[in-house]
Protein backbone atom coordinates (compact mmCIF):
# COMPACT_ATOMS: atom_id res chain seq x y z
CA UNK A 1 0.00 0.00 0.00
CA UNK A 2 1.25 3.42 -0.71
CA UNK A 3 0.98 6.07 1.95
CA UNK A 4 1.35 9.65 1.31
CA UNK A 5 3.43 11.27 3.77
CA UNK A 6 4.83 15.16 4.56
CA UNK A 7 7.89 15.27 6.25
CA UNK A 8 9.81 18.10 7.69
CA UNK A 9 13.55 18.73 7.35
CA UNK A 10 15.96 21.46 9.55
CA UNK A 11 19.55 21.74 10.15
CA UNK A 12 21.35 24.63 12.07
CA UNK A 13 24.90 23.20 12.11
CA UNK A 14 27.58 23.23 9.49
CA UNK A 15 26.57 23.89 6.20
CA UNK A 16 22.67 23.83 6.47
CA UNK A 17 21.53 23.93 2.85
CA UNK A 18 24.06 20.99 1.90
CA UNK A 19 22.72 19.10 5.18
CA UNK A 20 18.66 19.34 4.08
CA UNK A 21 19.91 18.17 0.56
CA UNK A 22 21.86 15.50 1.25
CA UNK A 23 18.80 14.18 3.62
CA UNK A 24 16.61 14.63 0.91
CA UNK A 25 18.71 12.48 -1.41
CA UNK A 26 19.30 9.68 0.92
CA UNK A 27 15.59 9.72 1.51
CA UNK A 28 14.68 9.66 -2.63
CA UNK A 29 17.44 7.04 -3.17
CA UNK A 30 15.80 4.77 -0.58
CA UNK A 31 13.49 1.82 -1.59
CA UNK A 32 10.99 3.42 1.15
CA UNK A 33 10.19 7.22 -0.11
CA UNK A 34 9.61 8.43 -3.52
CA UNK A 35 9.09 11.87 -2.97
CA UNK A 36 7.03 14.10 -5.25
CA UNK A 37 7.25 17.84 -4.00
CA UNK A 38 10.00 19.72 -2.17
CA UNK A 39 9.14 23.21 -0.67
CA UNK A 40 11.48 26.28 -0.83
CA UNK A 41 14.20 26.13 1.92
CA UNK A 42 13.03 29.22 4.66
CA UNK A 43 15.81 30.21 7.21
CA UNK A 44 14.28 30.22 10.42
CA UNK A 45 14.65 31.79 13.66
CA UNK A 46 14.60 29.23 16.66
CA UNK A 47 11.73 28.88 18.56
CA UNK A 48 12.78 27.21 22.16
CA UNK A 49 16.46 28.11 22.98
CA UNK A 50 17.24 31.31 21.20
CA UNK A 51 20.93 31.45 21.65
CA UNK A 52 21.76 29.34 18.78
CA UNK A 53 22.28 29.63 15.04
CA UNK A 54 18.97 29.88 12.66
CA UNK A 55 17.77 26.61 10.78
CA UNK A 56 16.89 25.74 7.56
CA UNK A 57 13.72 23.88 6.82
CA UNK A 58 12.19 22.58 3.93
CA UNK A 59 8.62 20.20 3.86
CA UNK A 60 8.76 16.98 1.68
CA UNK A 61 5.61 15.25 0.13
CA UNK A 62 6.06 11.63 -0.52
CA UNK A 63 5.03 8.88 -1.27
CA UNK A 64 6.01 5.29 0.91
CA UNK A 65 5.48 1.44 1.11
CA UNK A 66 6.33 1.76 5.12
CA UNK A 67 4.30 2.20 7.59
CA UNK A 68 4.22 4.71 10.55
CA UNK A 69 6.15 3.40 12.69
CA UNK A 70 8.84 1.92 10.33
CA UNK A 71 9.15 5.39 8.81
CA UNK A 72 10.23 6.91 11.96
CA UNK A 73 12.73 3.90 12.73
CA UNK A 74 13.87 4.83 9.57
CA UNK A 75 14.02 8.72 10.07
CA UNK A 76 16.12 7.67 13.81
CA UNK A 77 17.87 5.57 11.57
CA UNK A 78 19.38 8.45 8.87
CA UNK A 79 19.68 11.27 11.69
CA UNK A 80 21.71 8.99 13.76
CA UNK A 81 23.79 6.63 11.32
CA UNK A 82 24.07 8.57 7.93
CA UNK A 83 24.16 12.12 9.79
CA UNK A 84 25.85 10.95 13.22
CA UNK A 85 23.44 13.16 14.93
CA UNK A 86 24.21 14.23 18.52
CA UNK A 87 21.47 15.53 20.53
CA UNK A 88 23.33 17.36 23.41
CA UNK A 89 19.67 18.92 24.69
CA UNK A 90 16.26 19.18 24.16
CA UNK A 91 15.95 21.78 20.88
CA UNK A 92 19.27 22.69 20.68
CA UNK A 93 21.59 22.49 17.60
CA UNK A 94 21.23 19.51 15.56
CA UNK A 95 22.85 18.40 11.75
CA UNK A 96 19.72 17.10 10.75
CA UNK A 97 15.85 16.49 12.30
CA UNK A 98 13.40 14.96 10.11
CA UNK A 99 10.21 15.22 11.74
CA UNK A 100 6.41 13.35 10.39
CA UNK A 101 3.68 15.91 10.37
CA UNK A 102 1.44 13.93 8.12
CA UNK A 103 0.51 10.54 7.22
CA UNK A 104 -2.13 9.81 5.21
CA UNK A 105 -4.72 11.34 7.28
CA UNK A 106 -3.45 9.08 10.02
CA UNK A 107 -3.94 9.79 13.40
CA UNK A 108 -1.79 8.41 16.10
CA UNK A 109 -0.92 9.19 19.63
CA UNK A 110 1.43 6.68 21.03
CA UNK A 111 4.40 7.06 23.21
CA UNK A 112 6.88 6.86 20.53
CA UNK A 113 4.51 8.69 18.51
CA UNK A 114 2.58 11.03 17.51
CA UNK A 115 0.81 11.82 13.66
CA UNK A 116 -0.12 14.64 13.07
CA UNK A 117 3.00 16.05 14.56
CA UNK A 118 1.36 17.70 17.78
CA UNK A 119 3.40 21.30 17.34
CA UNK A 120 2.54 22.11 13.11
CA UNK A 121 0.30 25.00 14.41
CA UNK A 122 2.95 26.70 16.24
CA UNK A 123 6.07 26.81 14.10
CA UNK A 124 5.84 28.95 11.09
CA UNK A 125 8.87 27.00 9.94
CA UNK A 126 6.24 24.17 9.06
CA UNK A 127 3.51 26.51 8.03
CA UNK A 128 4.73 28.38 5.68
CA UNK A 129 6.58 25.43 3.77
CA UNK A 130 3.81 23.09 4.49
CA UNK A 131 1.27 25.44 3.26
CA UNK A 132 3.41 26.15 -0.33
CA UNK A 133 2.78 22.32 -1.23
CA UNK A 134 -0.06 20.74 0.56
CA UNK A 135 -3.32 20.56 -1.98
CA UNK A 136 -5.30 23.45 -0.69
CA UNK A 137 -7.90 21.09 0.26
CA UNK A 138 -6.04 19.26 2.63
CA UNK A 139 -7.82 19.00 5.99
CA UNK A 140 -5.92 18.46 9.36
CA UNK A 141 -7.08 15.61 10.51
CA UNK A 142 -7.54 16.61 13.96
CA UNK A 143 -7.77 20.63 14.20
CA UNK A 144 -10.17 20.29 11.47
CA UNK A 145 -8.71 23.51 9.15
CA UNK A 146 -7.18 23.88 6.37
CA UNK A 147 -3.49 24.53 6.57
CA UNK A 148 -3.78 27.69 5.12
CA UNK A 149 -6.13 28.62 7.56
CA UNK A 150 -4.24 27.15 10.60
CA UNK A 151 -1.50 29.14 8.62
CA UNK A 152 -3.50 32.60 9.00
CA UNK A 153 -4.42 32.33 12.19
CA UNK A 154 -1.22 31.91 13.59
CA UNK A 155 0.66 34.32 11.70
CA UNK A 156 -1.22 36.63 13.96
CA UNK A 157 -0.12 35.04 17.48
CA UNK A 158 3.76 33.80 16.10
CA UNK A 159 4.78 36.69 15.36
CA UNK A 160 8.34 36.52 17.19
CA UNK A 161 8.99 33.51 15.00
CA UNK A 162 10.99 35.01 11.52
CA UNK A 163 11.06 33.02 8.72
CA UNK A 164 12.53 34.02 5.19
CA UNK A 165 12.77 32.38 1.93
CA UNK A 166 16.59 31.62 1.11
CA UNK A 167 17.46 31.37 -2.77
CA UNK A 168 18.69 28.31 -3.13
CA UNK A 169 17.54 26.51 -6.31
CA UNK A 170 16.37 22.17 -5.04
Not at 39 to 56: A, G, L, M
Not at 61 to 75: G, M, V
Amino acid sequence: MINVIYLCLGSNIENRALNIISAILFLQKSFFIDITNISSIYETSPVKIKKQRNFYNVVVKANTCLNPYQLLSFIKYIEKYEFNRKEVFRFGPRIIDIDILFFDEIIINSDILVIPHKEIHNRLFVLIPLNEIIPKNFIHPVLKKKVSDILYNSLKTLKSQKVKIVKYEL
